[in-house]
Every structure is written in C-alpha cells, then in structure tokens.
C-alpha cells in the first residue's frame, strides 16, 4: 500500500469540551461550516473531537474562535499518541469526580426519598418542619451546585447563544423542582393543602441518576475506541540504529529518513523502509489481515509495527513519523470514525429540533395539567413536565449512530479492511452487484512461469537457462517471469550476443555460438521453424487455460515451450462463491478478449463476463448496471480502475495496488484477499444492523416515554410516571445503547462463513 490519505485538502483535528448529546453536535458542525473556507466539519460525540477539511490552509484559531463563539472549548490535536495519553488522563480525571458528584447526590437524595415515603417530615406550619426544610433547601442547593452544577453551566452558555441542548432539559426539571420546593417552604399560605409539598429528593435523585448513566456509559465507551489504542501500542518505542558503524538504541521520535536500522528475531520493525540485508518472514497481519508470515529479502519493502518472526535484517528507512503506514492507517480510521452515514445525518436533523419541541411538549403539558387537570393541580402540573423534560433528554439518540461507526469501523480495522467514509460502511450491505476487474484483483497480477515442457533430449534447466539468458535485459513483463524462475532455480544464465528484439513477435540472440528464437507461434512461422505436433497440442491445450504459451527454438529446431499465465489467487474462488451465496450478483470486468476470460472466469465460478472493455469504458459498464437499479460495488487496484471505482455505489481497492485507485475508493482492503470483501460486507451488515437497533431503541424509547411522562395513561390508570424513575430510565437508555454497539467488538465474520 503507497497511500492512504488524501492529501488535496487541509485537515484539522480538535478537541472538544462542554459537548453533551446530539444538539451540541450540530450547533458546533454549523458553526464550523459557516467558517469562509470550511468545505466540511464532522463532530464525533463518543470522542469529544472534530475533524474539519478546509480548501485551503487556515488558520486553526478561527476554527476554534468559531467553537467558543457558541459556548464550548476546543484545542488542536497535534500528535495522536500524546492526545491519546492526555485524553486518557482526562477521562480518568473526569469519571473519579463524576463519580465524587455521584456519590455525594447519592449519599443526599436516598435518606430524603426514604423520609418522604415513610411521610415523617413534620409539616410545613410548624416552627420545626419550617427550619428543617429551610436547612434542606441549603443542603439540596449545595449538592446541585456540586453534583449538577455542570449541567447548569451547560444550560447557560446554550441560553446566551440561544440554543437549548440536553443539559438544558436537566438543569429546566431539577431547577424548577427545587425552585417550586422553596417557594412551597417560604409561601406556604398562599398555596393550596394539597400542593404544600417539596421535591428535593426528586431533584438530588434525578442529578445522581444522571451522573450514574454517565458513569456507566463512559465505562462501556471506554472500548469502543480500542481499535486506535491498540493500533497505537502497536509500535515500539525504541529503535536499534546503525551510526557511525556502532548500533545504539534511541526513540524512535528521532529516526530520520536513511537510517539503517537493525531488527532481530521476535521484535517488532519501527518504521518503514527497505531491506538492504539480511532475510527473513514477517508477520503483517495487523496491517493486512493475513495470518502467514512474509519471507522478506534484500529490496522487499517492510512495515512500521509488523512483528519479525525469524532472521536477522537491516533495513533503510524510506517513512517516519506522520508519513509511516501505521499512521496513516490510524488518521484514517480515526476520519472513518467522526463522519457520518445516512442513517447519523438523519438523527441529527432530529436531533437539531428534538430539544426545542421537548421544551414545548413540557410546556404544553404544564399548561393542560394546570387548566384540565385535578387537585393539587400545581403539583401535578410541575410532576408531569418536569418528568418529560427528564425522560427525554437526547442522549441516546445522539449515541446510537456514532457509537455503532466507531465499532464498526475499528472492527473492519482488525481485518486488514480501513474504511474511508462511514458512508461507504453503510451502503456497503445494500450492494446487489460485485463488479471485479481480473488483474491484480482476482488473478495475482504479476505473470508467472507456471509450466516448462521440452522436446525430447533436451531439459528444463537448457530451455529456462537459455530463454533467461536472452530476456535478462528486456523490461517485457514476460521476460521478468522467465528471468526470476531461472533466478529461482538457482541456474547461471550465459552470455548473448547479436540480440534482436522482433516486435509482435519475440527475440533473437547468439549463445554459445548458436542461434536462439523465443517466442510466439508467428515466430517460429516466420522463421519457418518447423513445429513439432506434441508441442504444437501442447500449446493448445495451454492456451484454453489462458496460459500463454512461448516457444524456444535453437537453430532450426523447437526444444519446448514455456507456459506463463497470470495465477488466479488461491483464495479468489471460495471468496467469490461466498459473495454469490450472500446473494450478490458477481461480474468479473477485462480488457481480455472473451476466450481467455471466460477461461479465467469458469475457473473462479463467474458467470456474467464484461470482456474486452477499454479502461476508459469501465465506469460507463458500472453507469449501464446502476441504471438498471443495480446497486454496485467495484474491485480493483490499477489506475485505469480509477473512475469505475468512484462510479460505483462503493469503491473497493486493494491495498497493494496504485495510490490513485485507493484515493478513488471508499473501503481499501490491505492484503490482495478478496476474502477482504466478504469480510468488509459482511462487517458493513452487522454495523448497520446494529444502527438501526440503537435508533429504533432510541426513538421508541422517546415516542412512548415521553406521553406517559406527560400523563397520557392518568384518566386511565391513574399513574403518573415518577420524575425519579424518568431519570433513571433515561440514564439506562444511553448505557444500553452503547453496551449494544459493543456487542460489536465480539464479532468475527470468518466465524460465520
């Protein structure tokens, strides 16, 4: 893989305070947008963070100008690694307060709710009760500014730029209790019998109910975004570099480009570069997916991270940094993680008008209670509107989609597969058509010497030693597969003189003071070189199976063929049937005329062949499905694969090939497996799934929660919904929606193949 990120805009990465529930997330994304230059702003409530892509540079202080201009804080992300250490740090310092604040509302609230059930508080017209509630009314107020006062805060700085978000709700339903609480104590007289009563233990037990579901559900997020941890623990600190012809250990914050630098058995390779000596296999399957080990040699190129399983080998740093494969693996995942599918844009708009239409139904239901409503009418009144405004706080709608795309995506992560865009997560399970282009993606891409067959009295070693001789300086990808299976073989090539190169049909030389021809069957014509009908059935034979077929000849006398094709990989086919037996459609793409890739498509279960298609033709064949409703995802890796893959409804590139199709795509597979898309899809399924799962809680949960607070079921039943149990249900619906999205983490779509 050559590159991962797209580097013709400029990306910022802040991080963000104050930001509580789903409003906050769409009052910060307008207000980035609204930045002249801004193209787009994308705000990830699970990590409190923003990634914004402008035209061109500007400067970050009119990003985050723009942030405290609306009530909220923000900081530029320099370095992830120590983001991530003091985002750690931040957290643990935020869940031991938040758990101090719990505690103390707790502690407070459950002796008062006791009290008021057993009914002993003596009554407001005596001296004594009249004192114990005053000495309440402190007590209540203390523990709201310590234990609630966040919420308050929030509250204030959403009314100054007139907005409302979910603290709003908490700071309007235990405010107005404890208010109406002092008013009851100090105006007694004026109220009626039947509303001389106070609701601090509903107030106290509503802020420990919410911190309580905020503690939970930090807890449960802490997972969600261990795919970047891991991938981050993943590189070692120090790295063994040669200098000054002595090996010394250093940080690897102080590698440069051209350093050589050692690796032994069982550590993990620092950064990346190229052998220059040594052998040996590495394990990169954190970066592709696959699970055997690679044999390296001198020229190979490695990977920062991946783990040196046997040999000893000295490499030359070609990436450090920001510029290493890892990380750009990670900013990408990260990207992944902060955009939104659809299905989040959608609860956004909700949300962006779901707490200003609460306030309302509060409203509403305030006014019907104190207008329509029985005795004490007030005390209704404030127990039904402040349950809804409890009840109904957005927290869980804001989760559902974020939650579910930073699993999802980091699960995909694990698997080799990165995805670009949380769209393509999303559209990748309502695909209908595979479309794959066969080289590089089903076949390995680089032709091979599959088959030698001689004539009789000569040998596989003088027909590949005199074909190699010939082709070692020919750049013709056929002479490099003759050429390396010589090398391979270990046989010693001789030298050529008088070579000629014949176009269309082949080459010519003198070894050892004989004339030597290779190449097609027009050659040996031309020559008129007589064939030999073994040989000559040979080819043909050869040549169904979509090898190409090269004819040696010395003097006047063919002494074998060689056989070279470009190899199916050996996992294409069962990937393939697996995508057809999830009920995809899959077509297989080729400038090859219709023979040979029929040939190659029945040796890997295709049917439906697109066959001598122009490169620039490929993304009007993608165009002609689509227009037949056909929801379409493409395969490939070359640059002529390109625009099909930004045609598509999803672009799937493999990771080896060329840095304009991974550009071009929305999901890049690492390895060359196309057990890759399988994986990808089937990741995509689950995810979305999971989406769906989070928001229909998430919305059922407000639909019906909301008209029993307010009192629907009342002329029926006679219950009201209790502000205390409306907290503690709201608190449970966030925790519940992000211990769904974890299910995720315990996925393994090889499992279920």
Not at 40 to 49: G, M
Not at 591 to 617: C, F, K, R, W, Y
Request: glycine share 8%; aromatic share 6%.
């Amino acid at each position: 893989m050559n590159s991962t990120v797209n580097k013709s805009t400029n990306t910022y990465h802040l991080a963000l305070t104050g930001i509580s529930c789903a409003s906050c997330v769409s009052r910060i994304e307008k207000a980035l947008q609204a930045v002249p230059g801004v193209q787009d702003a994308q705000v990830n409530l699970i990590e409190k963070s923003a990634i914004v892509s402008t035209k061109n540079e500007i400067s970050v202080d009119v990003l985050i100008h723009a942030i405290k201009a609306i009530g909220y804080e923000a900081s530029v992300i320099n370095n992830l690694e120590e983001e991530e250490s003091t985002k750690t740090s931040l957290e643990q310092s935020y869940y031991r307060h938040l758990t101090y604040k719990t505690a103390l509302a707790t502690i407070v609230g459950i002796p008062l709710l006791v009290v008021g059930m057993l009914n002993i508080m003596p009554s407001f017209s005596t001296p004594l009760g009249h004192q114990i509630n005053l000495g309440l009314c402190l007590l209540t107020f203390l523990t709201l500014v310590y234990s609630g006062g966040h919420f308050f805060i929030g509250a204030w700085k959403a009314l100054r730029t007139h907005a409302a978000n979910m603290d709003t709700l908490i700071a309007l339903g235990t405010g107005v209790a404890w208010l109406y609480s002092l008013v009851a104590i100090l105006f007694t007289k004026w109220l009626p019998p039947l509303a001389q009563h106070v609701y601090f233990e509903a107030a106290i037990i509503i802020i420990a109910l919410v911190n309580l579901g905020a503690l939970l559900e930090l807890r449960a997020r802490r997972h969600t975004s261990s795919s970047i941890k891991r991938l981050m623990s993943l590189q070692p600190k120090t790295a063994r570099v040669i200098r000054e012809k002595e090996e010394i250990d250093i940080p690897i914050a102080q590698l440069i480009i051209g350093d050589f630098v050692r690796v032994r058995p069982g550590e993990q390779i620092p950064v990346d570069g190229i052998v220059i000596e040594g052998q040996s296999h590495v394990d990169e399957s954190m970066i592709t997916g696959e699970p055997l080990p690679k044999e390296k040699n001198i020229n190979d190129k490695v990977v920062g991270a991946t783990l040196n399983k046997s040999g000893s080998f000295i490499f030359k740093t070609t990436h450090v940094g920001k510029d290493t494969i890892l990380a750009q693996i990670i900013q990408l995942v990260q990207h992944a993680q902060n955009s939104k599918p659809a299905l989040a844009r959608l609860a956004d708009q909700i949300a962006g008008v779901f707490v200003p239409t609460v306030m309302i139904i509060a409203i509403l239901t305030a006014l019907i209670w104190f207008n329509a409503g029985i005795e004490p009418r007030v005390a209704y009144m404030l127990v039904t509107s402040m349950a809804v405004l409890v009840i109904a706080c957005p927290c869980a709608l804001g989760l559902a989609v974020p939650i579910s795309v930073m699993v999802g995506v980091g699960k995909a992560a694990e698997h080799g597969i990165l995805i670009r865009q949380a769209d393509a997560l999303q559209q990748a399970c309502q695909l209908t058509t595979i479309v794959l282009d066969k080289t590089g993606t089903i076949t390995q891409g680089q032709p091979q010497v599959i088959g030698v067959y001689p004539a009789q009295n000569w040998d596989v070693q003088q027909i590949l030693t005199y074909a190699a001789s010939l082709e070692v300086g020919s750049e013709h990808p056929l002479a490099e597969a003759i050429v390396k299976a010589a090398k391979e073989k270990g046989y010693s090539l001789l030298p050529v003189t008088n070579f000629q190169a014949i176009s269309g049909y082949g080459v010519n030389g003198s070894i050892q003071e004989k004339t030597v021809w290779l190449g097609n069957s027009k050659l040996m014509t031309l020559q008129k070189i007589p064939t030999n009908p073994t040989l000559e059935n040979q080819a043909d034979h050869l040549a169904k199976l979509s090898q190409t077929p090269i004819y040696i000849a010395v003097e006047n006398q063919i002494i074998g063929i060689i056989s070279i094709a470009d190899p199916i990989k050996s996992d294409s086919k069962a990937a393939i049937i697996q995508l057809q037996q999830m009920g995809l459609k899959v077509i297989m793409i080729t400038g090859d005329h219709h023979g040979t890739a029929q040939s190659i498509a029945s040796q890997v279960n295709i049917h439906d062949v697109m066959a001598e298609v122009l490169p620039q033709d490929k993304a009007k064949k993608i165009a002609e499905l689509q227009a037949l409703k056909q929801r379409v995802g493409m395969v490939g890796d070359g640059i002529n694969d390109a625009p099909a893959l930004a045609q598509a409804d999803v672009g799937f590139a493999i990771g080896t090939g060329t840095d304009i199709a991974i550009e071009s795509a929305g999901i890049i597979l690492m390895g060359g497996s196309l057990q890759g898309i399988v994986d990808a899809m089937l990741i995509s399924r689950h995810t979305v799934r999971n989406m769906k799962q989070n928001l229909f809680g998430a919305f059922i949960y407000n639909i019906i929660g909301i008209p029993i607070a307010a009192g629907v079921l009342f002329p029926f039943t006679g219950l009201l919904l209790n502000p205390m149990i409306a907290g503690a249900a709201m608190a449970l619906s966030s925790v519940t929606v992000v211990a769904n999205a974890n299910r995720l983490r315990f996925y393994h779509p090889r499992k279920v193949i």
